[in-house]
Structures are given as structure tokens and as C-alpha cells.
């Protein structure tokens, strides 16, 4: 994210999974199938979507923004979560350090939720109680070997949590602090300190639990911290340079196991892009010694991916790394937090890379635009709809199922509210693969909708559908779609095309375009309720221009 943005908006105060597989107990369109489910799920066996209840939970959570109702939030005050199943069958949420209002500040870091649904999230509460002395001690080391005193009074900034089980009993989360000081005179970044100096570095450190629930964590220390090929040259013009000090910055971690056993956590945000850097298994920590973190830089991880080559100014940043039939799928966010994030995906068969867009393009060797687009901020009609979608988490259930969580932000002046644009809501989604293997995110959030088979009979009537092409800092607003008789779209989005369904591989074929469908919530709708989304790559058959549709059946 731009962390920059988001520091300043919190200190101006502007500031649940079902286990169901889709795979159906029967598919005779005379019954009505069951979802084959976990017998620890709280998803609803009575196979009726008749007896579903949507989730209730208000979008604008600002009437129990304060601490003191954390105990109502349920998905309210998210930003970077990071999801992981534990054995005890719960999924954990952890986050950044930002909330409305500035809510959290004062009350920990890191802070957890959990839930055995993905719908219904229960408050767990901080994970690190104070910040680890060897930040403040490491940063001065630092600052000794520059040649320059030490910082006496430390401001912190606490980003973007990664947690992962490890194995049977151990679990591991992988954390950015950032020391937000001037290199130059150590002072607070504030405007009135300016000293013509980029600010200090961050560093990624871990930490380790043996069950999440009691959320008891061991620190262990510093895995990372921000490099530089410059030197000591840390002069910064103006504050309109964006050739950054640091080439690498040390937060965003993702951290994964390969299938081979190897171990590795990738980071990295808006300086120069993404880097690679190997973990040794039993420390959790890096796999080689690292120098310092200035001039020969290339124990500090290797670049696997770059916006620009040519520029320090990235505006990409939050990767995620997920391995899938073959493949590691990068997810990366684009561009500023507030309104114009958006979720790009790369994937490689090799975790170092190259990594390629689905356009073909190798964008580790060449950088560049990824493609596709996976999410963008949007609207449906009846509802104010949402920016600030992305810096995701991606995870499955063990059993076929994958999901991805992000936040999402309010537009400003919500319900007459300026500051509406600080109100951050954690949202999960349903995720398919296409056949050809690239993720397709669902565009209504996760409700928990018992997963009948879909009926042809069901396709017909009208739908809102979103092409999600890029358009910064805009919301991709929704045109009408009318499915009739004899598979012709007889009105709006391809009016005179023709569509199909494959009820086997549930999916709906639009004009020939391959569109996934999943039951999901009709949140706009007032009551909400269940409904039917689609969600499919545009030009699928060609490498340009490839963005998401998004589709919602409304009558």
C-alpha cells in the first residue's frame, strides 16, 4: 500500500468459510443438491436456499468504530489481512496496524480475529504488546556505522503481517516495522522536521507460536531490513523525489514452502520492486548471512519483479505468493490505498521466477504492467460500492476451495461522512481457477450460500455486470445484461450474442466468454440475500487488454 498515504490519514484521525466443496452430491436437475461439507463447518446442512440468511453486518461501521465495541466489529477495522487454517479448524485474520479513527492506536499491534466460517469473526486481540528493543538497537547499530548518532525517540509504524502454519504445532507470522525518522537529523517525519533526508529504514521480523488460539507469540527477531546501493547518499532534494534511498524495502512479506522444501519469503513496496529471499526452515530466518544493508546488496534477496526498471517510483507493492497445480501465482497491488488499488496476478514453475503476465509478457525480465486484473474499485447499482480493494491474502481450505481477503474502503462522503473514505472493511471472496489455470475472483464477498447445483432456468432474466478495466482512481460502475430464451442476450452488455452454460464445469459462456459462477450474497440488495455471480477474463482468447467481468443476477 502507500504506506506514506495511510500513515498520515490514521494520525490526521481521518482516518467466515464454509468447508462446502463445489463439487455437488448429485446433479439431476429434478433435486436439489447438497454440498458435500466438513463435518466441523457451521455452513447450513438443510440444502435450501430458501432457509439462508444473509449476513446482517452494516458496511459503515463508524456508529462502533471505538475500541470499546471491538467486540462487535466482526470484519470491521481490516487492512492487509493475512489468513491462515490452523489445526484446530479456525481460520486466524491478522493485520496492519490502521483502523477508523484511529481506534487501535495504544492497544498493541498485529491485531487477530478468528472464524470457523469466514463470516462470523470473533475478536482475538493484539499479538505483540509492545515494540521488540532490537528494532531501536539494530536501527542505531546502523546509524554508528553511517556515521551518525543515534535516535533517542523512535515513532513506529507496524504493516502488514504474514501468517503461515509451518507444520503440525508451529506457525510463524512475518511482520514490518518501519522507523519513521529522518536518516539525516533522526527527528519525527513531520513536515516542520524536514531535513532534506529520506526517512530510516523498516525491517521484517517473526514470530512464532505453537497454537494461535491462546495468541501467545515468541518473538525471534530480524529476519530483513531495507538496502541500498547508494551508500550513505541518503540526500533527498525535495519531497517530490521518488528515486528512493533504499532499493529494496524491507516489508510486505509473503511467505511460502515450496514443494521441494525450500523455504522463502518475498517483500518488497514501491522502491524498486519485488525480492525473493531464501528462509532457512528451522530459524524461520535468512538462509545465508546478509552484509550490510548498503553497497553489494545481493544477500538481501533477488528481484523477481519490477513496475519499472528504470524508475524507484513502483507504485506496486503488497505481493502474495501462493503455489497451484503447477504454478506460483504472484498477487501484487497497484497504485494508492485510498481509492485507486487494484489487484494485478503474475505466475511462474519457478519461485525465483521469470514470472509472466497471461498476455505473455515476462515481467521479470522486462518489468511492466501485469495482467491480468483481478480486482478494481467498483460499484454496483444500490450501494456507494468500494475502492481500496487489494494488498489480498490468498489461501484454500485443504479441501479444493480458495478464497481471497482484502479490505476495501468506503467512498469519501459516505452517508454525508468526509472521513467515510478511513472506514476499512475486511472482505473475503470466492476464488476459482479458469481452465487454463489463472484465478478469478468472485465479485460479492463470501456469504457462506449453500452451493446448490446452479439450473439453466436459474441464468435467465436480468444481470449487472462490471468490466473491471483500468481506470485510476475511478470505480468501474455496472451496465444491465438480459439472458433470454433460445440462449440469446436479448438486451444490454453483447445484446444480439449468444450464451450457454456447462452445468458440469459451472460455467456460463457469454458471447463465448468463459464466466465462473458461484452462489454468493447480493449485498446491495436491501434485505440481502442469495443470489448468483460470475466472474471471467475479457479477451480470453487473446494477450491484451485482459481485465475481469464481474456479474450479479438481480432479477
Not at 123 to 151: D, F
Not at 466 to 482: D, H, N, R
Amino acid at each position: 500500500m502507500n504506506k506514506l498515504l495511510l500513515t498520515n490519514v490514521i494520525w490526521m484521525g481521518v482516518l467466515a468459510l464454509s468447508s462446502c466443496s463445489n463439487q455437488m452430491i448429485t446433479d439431476d436437475p429434478s433435486e436439489e443438491a447438497t454440498p458435500v461439507c466438513d463435518s466441523t463447518s457451521l455452513t447450513t446442512r438443510a440444502g435450501k436456499l430458501s432457509t439462508y440468511t444473509a449476513p446482517t453486518y452494516a458496511d459503515d461501521y463508524s456508529p462502533i468504530a471505538d475500541w470499546s465495541q471491538r467486540g462487535n466489529w466482526n470484519l470491521a477495522n481490516v487492512h492487509d489481512p493475512s489468513v491462515m487454517k490452523a489445526d484446530d479448524g479456525y481460520y486466524y485474520m491478522y493485520q496492519t496496524d490502521a483502523s477508523y479513527g484511529n481506534a487501535l492506536d495504544g492497544q498493541g499491534h498485529f491485531f487477530c480475529r478468528r472464524s470457523k466460517d469466514l463470516v462470523h469473526w470473533s475478536w482475538v486481540g493484539s499479538t505483540m504488546h509492545r515494540q521488540p528493543s532490537w528494532v531501536a538497537t539494530k536501527t542505531n547499530e546502523y546509524r554508528a556505522a553511517m556515521g551518525l548518532p543515534p535516535i533517542k525517540k523512535f515513532r513506529y509504524c507496524f504493516w502488514a503481517p504474514c501468517a503461515r502454519k509451518v507444520r503440525n504445532g508451529l506457525y510463524r507470522m512475518y511482520y514490518s516495522i518501519v522507523v519513521d525518522n529522518y536518516i539525516g537529523n533522526g527527528k519525527y517525519n513531520d513536515a516542520a522536521n524536514w531535513c532534506n533526508s529520506w526517512t530510516e529504514r523498516a525491517f521484517i521480523g517473526v514470530m512464532e507460536t505453537s497454537d494461535p488460539a491462546s495468541n501467545k507469540w515468541v518473538d525471534k527477531g530480524m529476519v530483513t531490513t531495507s538496502s541500498t546501493d547508494k551508500g550513505f547518499n541518503y540526500y533527498r532534494p525535495s519531497g517530490s523525489d521518488w528515486n528512493a534511498y533504499f532499493k529494496y524495502n524491507a516489508i510486505d512479506p509473503t511467505y511460502i514452502i515450496c514443494p521441494d522444501g525450500k523455504h522463502y519469503l518475498l517483500y518488497g513496496s514501491w522502491h524498486s520492486g519485488i525480492v525473493a529471499l531464501r528462509i532457512n526452515p528451522n530459524t524461520g530466518k535468512a538462509y545465508s548471512q546478509q552484509g550490510n544493508p548498503w553497497g553489494d546488496i545481493s544477500s538481501y534477496g533477488q528481484l523477481v519483479y519490477s513496475r519499472n526498471l528504470n524508475s524507484r517510483w513502483q507504485a506496486s507493492e503488497g505481493p502474495e505468493v501462493v503455489y497451484h497445480d503447477g504454478y506460483y501465482y504472484l498477487f501484487l497491488a497497484y497504485d494508492e490505498l485510498s481509492v485507486a488499488y487494484n489487484t494485478r496476478v503474475l505466475r511462474s514453475k519457478n519461485i525465483l521466477g521469470p514470472y509472466y503476465g497471461k498476455d505473455g509478457r515476462n515481467c521479470t525480465a522486462k518489468g511492466g504492467e501485469a495482467y491480468p486484473i483481478v480486482t478494481h474499485p467498483y460499484r454496483f447499482n444500490g450501494h456507494s460500492g468500494w475502492v481500496g480493494v487489494s494488498h489480498c491474502c490468498v489461501f484454500d481450505d485443504g479441501k479444493g476451495n480458495w478464497f481471497f481477503a482484502s479490505q476495501g474502503r468506503l467512498p469519501a462522503n459516505t452517508n454525508g461522512n468526509p472521513y467515510s473514505n478511513a472506514i476499512m472493511m475486511g472482505q473475503v471472496r470466492s476464488l476459482r481457477w479458469t481452465t487454463d489455470g489463472w484465478p478469478v475472483v468472485m465479485p460479492e464477498r463470501y456469504g457462506n450460500v449453500p452451493q446448490l447445483t446452479i439450473l439453466e432456468s436459474e441464468l435467465k432474466g436480468q444481470w449487472e455486470l462490471i468490466p473491471l478495466s483500468y481506470k485510476v482512481g475511478q470505480q468501474c460502475t455496472s451496465v444491465s445484461m438480459t439472458l433470454g430464451s433460445n440462449h440469446k442476450i436479448t438486451a444490454g452488455f453483447k445484446s444480439g450474442s449468444t450464451w450457454k452454460y456447462d452445468k458440469t464445469a459451472n460455467i456460463l459462456y457469454i458471447a463465448g466468454i468463459p464466466m465462473y459462477l458461484s452462489r454468493e450474497v447480493d449485498w446491495e440488495s436491501n434485505p440481502r440475500k442469495a443470489t448468483i455471480v460470475f466472474s471471467g477474463l475479457s479477451n480470453y482468447n487473446s494477450k491484451s487488454n485482459l481485465f475481469t467481468y464481474w456479474g450479479k443476477k438481480v432479477n
